[in-house]
């Protein structure tokens, strides 16, 4: 308890602290957290789970008191918003595609403090594998190992990524691209975390204690974020 009031009260100044810079390019200001997913070309289903941000960002409310914005919100890597946000999130099935333009607005993004979580929903590894490279070709993802800090921020996952959906029944991998030691992005493939996130019956084979590790590590991955 007392580790989790310790965290609490770093979140609050890093909170503080996050407002008063966020992304060095942007002039925005806001004083809610949100966590906008990424619309994409390519024809692959950026819009699935809708409810997976609103209940993350609800229970960063509840549990870290937080003041969160909880809305399905989108927003493309064109859009002149983009800078206001800290933290994305990308999900789907299938292809994903982004233009040179929106390639080169995204590296600028990163590289001024943005980041990126990925969520492989299923099928969409080799595209965003193909992507991540145009972004960053002279580097590599990285797996994370069980012991790696994004896995016991607020809660001790001790096997590192939980396993969410089964897939093609490949144990969870959690990739990274790191840049002079920050994390730039962070790719959870073959475990789901964001349709472990969404409403309750939304996947009937989610029970809620898969439910609740999805969400624990979500946390983990937004407390992380504000931490670095």
């Known amino acids: 308890m007392t580790r989790f009031r310790s965290i609490l009260t770093v979140l609050t100044v890093a909170f503080i602290m996050l407002l008063s810079s966020r992304v060095q390019s942007s002039a925005a200001e806001f004083d809610r957290t949100i966590v906008p ?26 549990r870290l008191r937080l003041p969160t914005q ?30 040179d333009y929106e390639i080169n607005i995204l590296l600028n993004y990163l590289d001024n403090g943005g980041f990126l979580w990925v969520n492989d929903s299923y099928g969409i590894d080799r595209f965003i594998r193909r992507e991540v490279r145009r972004l ?30 089964e897939h093609d029944g490949k144990p969870p991998a959690a990739y990274a691209v790191f840049n002079k030691g920050r994390m730039k992005i962070l790719y959870t493939y073959e475990s789901d975390i964001g349709d472990g996130l969404e409403d309750a019956g939304v996947h009937t084979i989610d ?7 999805a969400m624990q590590m979500a946390l983990n991955i937004l407390t992380y974020v504000m931490m670095q």
Do not use: C
Request: no cysteine; aromatic share 12%; charged share 25%.
């Open 37 to 62: 997913r990424v619309k994409y070309g390519g024809g692959g289903d950026w819009y699935t789970g809708p409810t997976s941000m609103p209940n993350l960002l609800r229970q960063a409310s509840e």
């Open 70 to 99: 909880s809305e399905n919100i989108a927003v493309s890597i064109s859009d002149p918003e983009l800078f206001r946000y800290p933290m994305l999130f990308l999900t789907g099935h299938g292809q994903v595609r982004f233009s």
């Open 136 to 165: 960053y070709p002279d580097r590599e993802f990285e797996l994370l190992p069980s012991d790696h800090a994004i896995f016991n921020m607020l809660y001790d996952l001790k096997d590192g990524l939980p396993k969410i959906h």
């Open 207 to 213: 029970t809620p204690e898969i439910r609740e590790k």
